[in-house]
């Protein structure tokens, strides 16, 4: 028997290595050829932790690096368990709570408020620097679920305990870093010694851990405070926790206790309450003579502007809806990307002066023919729709550039109001694993793009990269101009996706470059107790997503 095996990477390298050899070595040796460290393997589309040994030829290994999506993911990971066993080393009695993602790090906060000071965030970022360099093993642990819940009990984990009660597997994998032992959604690094660069920054209630900046994981990621995000986060984690319904487990808890009615209802009158309090802002600053909404895909824009016009007609205005669409450039005079193809996102895709002579007129009281754009000819026409602004009448003004300042430049900053529409996930897994608010708009975009257009999954799953870097650039720069946020999550809304998307994601083939993203958020789906969409209201901003809605 050979004690030999042949790898061929992706690249179109041939190795031949030691049988047994780890992945950790063969990355190690590889690592020259890579601009960033190596932190997780793939094979045959399926992903690998570089503890796993190589017994067999392999066709097609690929390394995935920090510089690329899913390898952030790992060292975000890896770098959060790394806090939390710190934490435990000098701090005991301090629990850590990881919250949401915020200026390039993640959000935590202490589960005993006296903890919090930044004489104890500094002993603890000095302690995960110091277990960096001790190179401690993160070693992990296939064990059965029922062992699974010991650990969890004995380790006070009561939120993994309550998850795992309603998963389906047989197994859980158990990592275990400095003698403390946890629970992971996803894959993770061998060593403390991979996770050379991070800071704990002081923020709030809390504090931030700072990762390496996506666009150049050489460095940190800059640290720009974001008030704002972090007070409707805030708002919405602590309406979470009223409700009972802060994780997964107490969400499925909710759902077999037969408390899916009473979730909803009051889910969905905390959406209207704060439509009707942004409504009531509108009105007390008199002057306001255009609303812009803004926020990044499938944040539930088109329903929250409708929901807010009948709002609006409440305390006394006559809305009107303009898109920034119709505003649109001719199709020849659309800038392209850096793929040579047309950047319909732009703000150059849009006649900013004919859009500003328009609004500005409006509101001194002139009559305008508002443009409609022709997307089949790529032309913007007139069909003789006018529109004069009387006192009481007001501008709901829908697009992604809503918030640029740019975009309106003419409009004295008084006679404008701009909201910012996201979908701000405040449920987590557990008290260690959060939900990307990423994750949870993907899902009710696929959905919809099925629903309404017909459009394949895996096509969604291709073009989401080319939406966040427009949303990187054109919506999430602006958030904190907003004058209000408004969160359109709803905190049972995934368990009522969750029937509708599986499906769907499992259409996705094995071959397909797509799979191991589609792999991943089933396993995130796989948490989840079922809901029945028949039961969310016809006005609920869901049906937005999944069909039915009062407002089409």
């Known amino acids: 028997m050979s004690d030999q095996v042949k790898v061929q990477l992706t690249t179109g390298q041939i190795l031949e290595v030691e049988k047994g050899i780890k992945l950790q070595e063969i990355a190690s040796r590889m690592q020259k050829d890579y601009p960033y460290p190596i932190m997780i393997a793939k094979m045959e589309n399926h992903f690998k932790e570089l503890c796993a040994c190589v017994t067999q030829d392999i066709q097609d290994l690929e390394f995935i690096h920090l510089g690329q999506k899913d390898g952030m993911r790992v060292y975000q990971r890896s770098a959060t368990f790394l806090l939390i066993a710190a934490a435990k080393r000098v701090l005991s009695d301090c629990h850590i709570l990881v919250n949401h993602h915020i200026a390039g790090g993640f959000f935590c906060e202490f589960s005993n408020v006296h903890c919090c000071n930044e004489e104890n965030i500094k002993v603890i970022e000095k302690m995960m620097h110091q277990m960096v360099q001790e190179a401690l093993p993160i070693e992990k642990k296939v064990v059965s679920v029922d062992e699974a819940l010991k650990i969890f009990s004995k380790e006070d984990m009561l939120d993994k305990k309550n998850l795992f009660k309603y998963r389906r597997t047989s197994t859980v994998n158990i990592y275990t870093l400095d003698g403390v032992k946890n629970y992971f959604y996803g894959y993770m690094l061998t060593n403390t010694s991979q996770i050379p660069l991070f800071e704990l920054i ?70 209207e309450k704060k439509i009707a309090q942004i409504a009531d802002k509108i009105v007390e600053r008199k002057n306001v003579k255009l609303i812009m909404i803004a926020g990044p895909s499938s944040s539930g824009k088109t329903t929250t502007a409708k929901r807010l016009c009948i709002q609006l007609k ?89 918030l640029n300042e740019k975009l309106s430049y003419a409009i004295p900053k008084e006679n404008k109001f701009k909201i910012y529409v996201s979908c701000l996930t405040q449920l987590n897994i557990d008290e260690h694993n959060r939900i990307p608010t990423t994750d949870t708009r993907l899902i009710r975009r696929m959905i919809r793009d099925n629903q309404y257009r017909g459009t394949e999954p895996e096509k969604t799953l291709a073009i989401w990269a080319s939406v966040r870097r427009g949303e990187n650039k054109n919506i999430f720069p602006f958030q ?59 006005n609920s901003l869901l049906r937005e997503f999944v069909g039915g809605s009062s407002f089409e």
């Open 314 to 402: 409440v305390n006394g205005l006559k809305p009107h809806v303009i898109s920034i669409d119709d505003y649109f450039v001719n199709r020849e005079q659309t800038p392209r990307d850096e793929y040579g193809e047309y950047d319909f996102e732009a703000l150059e895709a849009i006649d900013i002066e004919l859009f500003n002579q328009h609004m500005k007129a409006l509101i001194q009281g002139e009559t305008v023919e508002i443009p409609s754009f022709n997307f089949v000819l790529g032309k913007r026409e007139y069909h003789g729709h006018t529109l004069h602004l009387a006192e009481d009448e007001v501008l709901v003004i829908e697009g992604i550039h809503g």
């Open 202 to 271: 002081p923020y709030a209630h809390g504090f931030v851990l700072q990762f390496p900046d996506e666009k150049d994981p050489s460095k940190l990621a800059p640290f720009v405070p974001q008030p704002k995000l972090s007070h409707i986060f805030r708002e919405s984690e602590r309406w979470a926790r009223i409700l009972g319904v802060d994780t997964v487990g107490a969400l499925n808890d909710a759902i077999a206790n037969g408390k899916s009615d009473e979730l909803i209802k009051v889910s969905e009158a905390l959406h």
């Open 480 to 538: 904190e101009e907003a004058d209000v946020m408004l969160n359109t999550v709803l905190i049972y809304e995934l368990a009522a996706l969750k029937a509708l998307a599986e499906p769907l994601l499992f259409r996705i083939s094995r071959n397909s470059p797509y799979y191991s993203e589609a792999k991943r958020m089933l396993k995130f789906l796989e948490y989840f107790l079922p809901m029945d969409t028949s039961d969310i209201p016809s």
